[in-house]
C-alpha cells in the first residue's frame, strides 16, 4: 500500500486488509540495507498495537525508539476513534 512513514534508518509500509481485518498491519524495514525488520499489528486482547520482530534481528535502542513513536500515533488515532465510538468490533467499546 506504500510507504506512510520514514525516519533515520526505519521505513513503515502499511499493508492492506486481510479478509476479516478491520485494522491494518505495518511492515518495519530498514531502508539502509534493504531488510525487512518486524511487523506492527494489533493485539486484541491487549487493547494495543504491538512489533513483532523477526527472529535474531539486533536494532539499535534508537530504532526502538522510532518504532515506539510510530506505534504512539497509531495509538493516538485509535483513541480518537474509540472516543467517537467508531472501534466497535475492533477491541474496543463502541458506542
Same mark, same amino acid.
Given at each position: $500500500? ?7 534508518? *526505519?521505513? %513503515?509500509? /502499511?499493508?492492506? *486488509? /486481510?479478509? &476479516?481485518? !478491520? ?20 493485539? &486484541? ?5 504491538? %512489533?513483532?520482530?523477526?527472529? !535474531? $534481528? #539486533? ?8 518504532? #515506539?513513536? %510510530?506505534?504512539?500515533? *497509531? $495509538? ?6 474509540? *472516543?467517537?465510538?467508531?472501534? !466497535? #468490533?475492533?477491541?474496543?467499546?463502541? /458506542?
Amino acid at each position: $500500500m506504500g510507504c506512510i512513514g520514514t525516519s533515520n534508518h *526505519l521505513e %513503515f509500509r /502499511k499493508l492492506p *486488509l /486481510k479478509k &476479516g481485518q !478491520k485494522l491494518h498491519q505495518y511492515t518495519v524495514n530498514n531502508h539502509s540495507l534493504y531488510q525487512e525488520i518486524g511487523i506492527i499489528h494489533w493485539r &486484541g486482547g491487549w487493547r494495543q498495537y504491538v %512489533f513483532q520482530a523477526y527472529p !535474531k $534481528m #539486533d536494532m539499535s535502542r534508537s530504532c526502538h525508539k522510532q518504532i #515506539d513513536g %510510530f506505534i504512539d500515533k *497509531l $495509538m493516538e488515532k485509535w483513541k480518537k476513534k474509540e *472516543l467517537l465510538g467508531e472501534n !466497535k #468490533d475492533v477491541g474496543g467499546k463502541g /458506542k
